[in-house]
């Protein structure tokens, strides 16, 4: 099955080596192959290696730079 003009948003506090980050990166990895626009929506910036993991496979990553502590629903307008 191919993606026809879908575009996938997935929203993740950050990237590291961790099970939720393997499991994102298949699942996107999955989609992407599909033919489907893949972007990535990180809150909190992280290492640019895990930035350009995402990158490689075709995912655009989009890094919101909120600070830890209380989320700022403002940022959602970048």
């Known amino acids: 099955m191919r993606c026809i003009e879908m575009k996938v948003v997935y929203i993740i506090n950050s990237l590291g080596y961790g099970g ?9 990895k999955l989609i992407a192959e599909k033919g489907c626009a893949v972007d990535l929506i990180l809150l909190h910036d992280c290492a640019m290696e895990h930035k ?6 075709g995912i655009n990553v989009i890094n919101l730079g ?3 502590g209380i989320p700022n629903p403002l940022y959602i307008l970048k």
Do not use: D, R, V
Request: no cysteine.
């Open 52 to 57: 350009n993991l995402f990158k490689s496979i």
């Open 20 to 28: 939720a980050e393997t499991q994102l990166y298949n699942l996107a």
């Open 66 to 68: 909120m600070t830890q």
